[in-house]
């Protein structure tokens, strides 16, 4: 049993002092609240003694029994720990993102600067109520960005998110006992309108219109992994013979600086090749070190998105005739999930495929691409009401 008790203050000499001074301050007019007669004492998880004063018997035994229960049943938070300013622990969870590349820390660290901290760094998270936050992701939908222009929603889901992680920390460091950044309607992701779903044939113009990075738009378009990873690519992943390309790293740009780390999510993964494709690697890898870059840029080393984008992909956009798409090199990332789902994938190999961190985020994205199957349902109920049908109009034997 958690230790936690009840001391009578009448005969200490601080609360007799502490009663001469409220009667002279209410004899000259004061409406201060007299001092508590009782105290109630406990001892944290820390060891640390805790007390709390209350102006009657009942509220403190009360108060007895609730710190006892959270005691013994370990949801106790310490009342002063919650006081502690949102910008604290907002510090404390950016400090102890370990699994986290140093892009996506550095995109955490902006959104906190940014929408976060200013909004809610001298709050204290105790205080912070889920009504609080659902009127500042209304600011948000307001707010302007950087060029002035709304933002967007997945921005919004973004800070929405960073928040999320700093109450988490609350929670788990005993601040909090839950996080009021819970269950909160966004505004509709604007992606849904962005996808672009390429044919084979279309995938295969813009990769002969690419010229010299033919093969690098194929690998895009059939494998749907991300630029980062595609530019990371090593001659020695390359596995010709079980037609798979390892994805293990990937290139951050980090201020103009390409910076080789982890993949997205760390999710290490192989990925597919079509036959007649994987054939035409080969020449790429022939008489190679496994440590060379499988694809580079024109003078050597790591391809630049920019560079890439202005010189060839953009060119053979529109010598494929496809301008009116918007094709971008990440956007082949959709092409190649929709072209794996026609072929008949299934959610789970879609899913390690482009690396998602679960299935349940590789439906959100393409699961109007599979086929709903509504119609076998029906089917089949069909029969089943039929054979019924039938066997009602049919006289028992007798």
């Known amino acids: 049993m958690a230790r936690v008790w009840i001391e009578d203050r009448e005969n200490h000499a601080d609360y007799q002092a502490a009663m001469e001074k ?6 000259a007019g004061g409406k201060r609240r007299p001092p508590g007669r009782w105290r109630v004492r406990w001892y944290g998880p820390d060891g640390k003694p805790k007390a709390k004063t209350f102006g009657t ?3 403190a035994e009360a108060e007895q029994q609730a710190l006892t229960g959270r005691l013994d049943k370990g949801s106790y938070r310490d009342p002063q720990s919650s006081k502690a300013a949102l910008s604290v622990v907002a510090e404390e969870w950016h400090g102890s993102l370990r699994k986290q590349g140093r892009r996506t820390k550095d995109d955490y660290r902006e959104l906190l600067d940014l ?20 009127g500042w992701v209304n600011e948000l939908c307001s707010q302007p960005g950087k060029a002035g222009k709304p933002l967007s929603p997945s921005r919004i889901a973004k800070t929405y998110y960073v928040l999320s992680g700093v109450m988490k920390h609350a929670v788990r460091t005993h601040r909090i006992a839950a996080s009021p950044v819970n269950n909160h309607d966004l505004p509709r992701s604007d992606d849904d309108g962005e996808h672009v779903y390429l044919s084979h044939e279309q995938l295969e113009q813009l ?7 033919r093969t690098f738009v194929l690998v895009l378009g059939y494998t749907g992994i991300r630029w980062g990873e595609a530019i990371a690519i090593k001659v020695g992943r390359l596995q010709l013979q079980d037609r798979r390309i390892r994805i293990v790293q990937a290139y951050s740009d980090i201020d103009g600086l390409l910076e080789l ?3 997205k999510n760390h999710e290490k993964r192989s ?3 079509p036959r007649s494709f994987a054939a035409e690697l080969a020449p790429l890898a022939h008489g190679r070190s496994r440590e060379d ?11 630049r998105y920019p560079n890439f984008r202005r010189r060839d992909f953009d060119k053979a956009v529109s010598a494929a005739g496809l301008d009116d798409l918007r ?3 990440h956007k082949l990332r959709h092409t190649a999930a929709s072209l794996a789902i026609r072929a008949g994938a299934d959610v789970k190999v879609v899913q390690t495929m482009l690396g998602h961190k679960s299935a349940a985020m590789t439906l959100d994205v393409y699961g109007h691409l599979w086929p709903d199957r509504l119609d076998e349902v029906a089917d089949a109920l069909d029969i089943g009401r039929s054979a019924a049908l039938e066997a009602l109009r049919t006289p028992p034997f007798s």
């Not at 870059?293 to 391809?303: I, K, R, S, Y």
């Open 22 to 27: 409220w009667k002279a301050d209410k004899k």
């Open 57 to 59: 018997l009942p509220r």
């Open 293 to 303: 870059l499988l694809f580079t840029a024109p003078e050597g080393g790591p391809m």
């Open 115 to 134: 929408y976060v901290i200013p909004k809610w760094g001298d709050w204290q998270v105790g205080s912070i109520q889920w009504v609080d936050v659902s």
């Open 207 to 213: 990769a002969d219109a690419a010229g010299r990075y």
């Open 327 to 329: 094709v971008t090199p």
């Open 271 to 273: 990925v597919p090749l």
């Open 261 to 263: 780390g982890p993949v």
